[in-house]
């Protein structure tokens, strides 16, 4: 048996939605739990989490170790577990497993849309890291005209201050007038890089918001403050995030 599937009983439970820890112990000891057709009481019991069957009241209960939400961020949260001021990301979730569950990067205060919410802390990291260029796609509306040259300094890289310039990005331009609309498309995660490199070519940034991060595109069905699992098909798309994979297989 690997390590790595074995766990106590009293937390596959609480990871299968039955309960909370204190509520767990309740439900073992009414001798609801039955383990490959045995009642079982013991908490620290060791279970098999691939090849032991556990049931509940009778219900077979099953584990799955990834956790991966999908969230809408409205404007006045903020990306963080926990804050004293203003109501997070995790304020919204109701999730059976939250307490695992933590938000991939982080969007401003005042940004909308897109945010990934996952319990996988290395799959996380893969998909922060500058190495892998993974694709984030918003929607932008700018004070001003924004032209091909604008275009072209982001294809180019923007001078936002830093030692380096930003790597190319796709400015897609969808409307011009006093205020303009486009969708562009970064491969890094600078901080605020999208306001700032249109503050470099002149142009103030209205509103922001994320449409597509890693190939996984916000639904249009989730209003701003709610959430839902991933499918099956965007699972199978994050946990292999990079530039081809978000250019290629995104499911917009």
Request: glycine share 8%; proline share 4%.
């Amino acid at each position: 048996m690997a390590d790595n599937d074995s766990m106590r009983l009293d937390r596959f439970l609480a990871s299968a939605g039955v309960g909370t820890r204190s509520e767990v112990k309740k439900i073992l000891k009414s001798g609801a739990v039955m383990v490959n057709g045995i009642p079982e009481k013991r908490a620290e019991t060791k279970i098999h989490t691939l090849c032991d069957t556990v049931t509940c009241h009778g219900r077979r209960l099953a584990y799955e170790p990834f956790v991966a939400l999908m969230f809408h961020k409205p404007a006045g949260c903020v990306t963080a577990t926990e804050d004293t001021r203003h109501r997070t990301v995790m304020d919204y979730i109701s999730h059976d497993r939250k307490k695992e569950l933590f938000p991939v990067g982080r969007l401003d205060i005042d940004t909308e849309g897109l945010l990934l919410v996952i319990n996988d802390g290395d799959l996380a990291h893969r998909m922060l890291s500058p190495k892998h260029h993974v694709a984030k796609t918003y929607f932008v509306r700018v004070r001003g005209m924004l032209s091909l040259a604008d275009a072209d300094a982001f294809a180019r890289g923007i001078d936002i201050g830093e030692k380096n310039l930003t790597l190319p990005a796709k400015l897609r331009i969808l409307s011009v007038g006093e205020t303009s609309e486009a969708e562009v498309t970064i491969y890094e995660g600078r901080f605020h890089q999208v306001k700032r490199m249109f503050a470099a070519c002149g142009h103030t940034v209205l509103y922001l918001k994320r449409t597509a991060m890693a190939g996984i595109c916000l639904d249009p069905s989730l209003a701003p403050g709610e959430w839902r699992a991933l499918s099956a098909e965007e699972r199978g798309i994050l946990v292999s995030p990079g530039k081809e994979t978000a250019d290629k297989g995104k499911l917009c």
